[in-house]
């Protein structure tokens, strides 16, 4: 993966989707309680390595979609530009904007998928590192015929026959010339970089990042999200770690200084830990310890909000939204009252949530038991996840 890579996602949403029916264009009709261009803007934006996000808009919606999108209230939004007449237009009016943003990568995508989750982003931008281009495909798996005046005429064969969904990635450099130079009509994207003599990678496309296309699609697609949307998930972890000779400790990405540290394959955060194997519960995908075990020594010393993100990561992979997190943690010493505050805000910047969705707070045993006696630190941790 490109771990260094400044990466730009780039929105076409200048269409006026005219076969999806309805008084607005689809990219802004509401789907599920959220817009569709929010949707597919927020789905882009969950993927950790994206930079920046320029918007390509209708020059009559340009101030509609910048009102839409400054509800997601997120920094990486750039200001949305004019689109063209064609599809082609609109995303060379999108990578020229771009060009100041100095990017090395681009993913272009329709927001018209507002359903895109974020292991699809992650294959796109994997195959970059071998390739100038790479978009997620399906496989046709149904039949195909010509046919006339609806009669059938020919079977035609399905093998290596593919279905190209979107984002479509590239270096960036090379798509914008590749576009520059590009005849009109061209297909997509993937078209314009195979004219250009670019290498283009398939990989793995997903069956629920479908394009919004037909009048019946909204009511389906409503349905389908609310059976979704039932989906509510809650997990638990908990984690000791005893006290040891040190200096300092380590809890919530924190790191405050004590009279002792605590014991442990890696930094030894209780509470990352906590919370780490309560998001994997939620996901019923097993527990620290099967994803990063104790006995690689890839992780000795490890800091711990790798841990996390991790499980982060694997939410977004599944389809689900934390919402929630929920942190207490037992001990006598130090006192976590002064540094929750901050502990909050560093937890809620790996996860990428909001801060108000985070707690974390702390008590003591009574001077009982283990912790009571001050021979190590306990923690204990609720997740809340929902499917989008």
Do not use: Y
């Not at 005429?153 to 270096?171: D, K, M, V, Y």
């Not at 020594?297 to 993100?309: H, V």
């Amino acid at each position: 993966m490109h771990t260094h890579s400044k990466i730009a996602g780039l929105i076409v949403a200048a269409g006026q989707g005219q076969r999806a029916g309805g008084k607005l264009p689809k990219q802004f009709r509401m789907l599920g309680g959220e817009m569709v261009l929010q949707r597919a803007a927020r789905a882009l934006l969950a993927h950790r390595g994206i930079a920046v996000l320029q918007v390509v808009a209708a020059p009559e919606w340009l101030a509609k979609t910048d009102t839409a999108l400054a509800a997601l209230n997120d920094a990486r939004i750039l200001p949305s530009v004019a689109g063209g007449a064609t599809r082609q237009a609109s995303v060379l009016a999108g990578l020229e904007a771009l060009t100041a943003q100095t990017p090395d990568l681009v993913l272009i995508h329709d927001a018209a998928r507002p359903f895109l989750r974020a292991d699809t982003i992650a294959l796109v931008v994997d195959a970059l590192a071998q390739h100038a281009g790479a978009i997620p495909c399906l496989p046709v798996v149904d039949a195909l015929w010509h046919g006339a005046a609806a009669t059938l005429s020919t079977p035609q064969p399905r093998e290596n026959l593919w279905r190209a969904q979107t984002p479509q990635g590239f270096h960036f450099g090379a798509i914008l010339s590749a576009h520059r130079s590009a005849a009109p009509g061209m297909l997509d994207d993937a078209a314009i970089a195979r004219a250009a003599g670019l290498r283009v990678a398939i990989v793995a496309g997903d069956a629920q990042n479908l394009k919004l296309t037909l009048p019946e699609d909204f009511p389906r697609e409503t349905s389908a999200l609310q059976e979704r949307l039932m989906d509510i998930r809650c997990g638990n972890g908990f984690d000791v770690h005893a006290f040891c000779a040190g200096e300092h400790i380590t809890l919530c990405g924190l790191r405050l200084e004590h009279t002792h540290a605590l014991a442990g394959h890696s930094d030894a955060d209780v509470g990352l830990h906590a919370l780490t194997d309560a998001i994997f519960g939620a996901l019923a995908e097993g527990d620290i310890g099967q994803w990063f075990p104790p006995s690689d020594a890839q992780w000795k010393g490890a800091a711990s909000d790798i841990f996390l993100a991790k499980a982060v990561e694997r939410a977004q992979a599944r389809g689900f939204a934390i919402t929630h997190l929920d942190c207490t943690l037992i001990c006598e010493q130090p006192k976590i009252g002064p540094h929750a505050p901050a502990m909050r805000a560093k937890v809620a910047a790996i996860c990428g949530l909001d801060i108000g969705r985070v707690s974390i707070k702390a008590t003591t045993s009574e001077k009982l038991g283990f912790t009571g006696r001050k021979e190590g630190i306990a923690a204990m941790a609720t997740a809340t996840l929902v499917a989008q």
